[in-house]
């Protein structure tokens, strides 16, 4: 079967399931997008590795991936391989140098995984016909390079009333309590300023 390459192009929170996220992927040099339903906390791991925050200690992926490299193990790809009943599979494909591994996973966790170590993620044309949609023409004309992280956060956690120095020791606090959903708008906050 051929496969066909899957790009991240947003997340958003999921206004149909409480605490969850919409993971957007989109074909490369497509029209179709996959929306995946994933949990919090995977979609915190995902947008932390997309906007390259440095947590000071590591998350469960980048655990991960560490454990896997001291062992000589890489994931030189993630295919999403199956969607039964509204949920999607994954497996990734892993190799130590002499023998290739498909490992089963969740499709949030194999993502996470693919972002850490830089492997493509793909999936099958029959997945994308049961479950993608397609862009509208005017949306097509309004993607952006880099993915997008949309949230609709609550009145009270505006910071434009912050001064520059004041959002940088928010962000320090938020990075060290580990509260990195916070940090990524803040963050945003400082960029828009510059």
């Known amino acids: 079967m051929e496969k066909i390459r899957l790009e991240i192009v947003g997340m958003s929170y999921s206004q149909s399931q409480n605490g969850a996220y919409a993971l957007i992927l989109e074909e490369k040099d497509g029209k179709r997008r996959l929306p995946i339903i994933i949990g919090g906390l995977e979609a915190q791991s995902i947008a932390i590795e997309l906007e390259k925050i440095k947590t000071p200690r590591p998350l469960t992926h980048d655990l991960f991936k560490s454990f896997a490299e001291s062992f000589g193990i890489t994931i030189s790809e993630v295919i999403i391989n199956k969607f039964n009943e509204g949920v999607f599979y994954a497996e990734l494909i892993c190799s130590n140098g002499k023998k290739k591994l498909e490992i089963d996973s969740r499709t949030s966790d194999a993502i996470a995984l693919a972002l850490r170590f830089g492997c493509p993620v793909y999936t099958y044309e029959s997945i994308m016909v049961a479950a993608s949609i397609l862009m509208e023409e005017d949306q097509e004309n309004n993607k952006t390079e880099e993915p997008v992280l949309e949230e609709e956060l609550p009145e009270e ?14 962000l320090k606090s938020a990075i ?14 400082i960029k828009k300023r510059k």
């Open 176 to 189: 060290e309590n580990e509260d990195y959903e916070k940090a990524v708008h803040i963050r945003d906050e």
């Open 157 to 170: 956690t505006s910071f434009s009333e912050y001064s520059i120095e004041d959002l940088n020791q928010l």
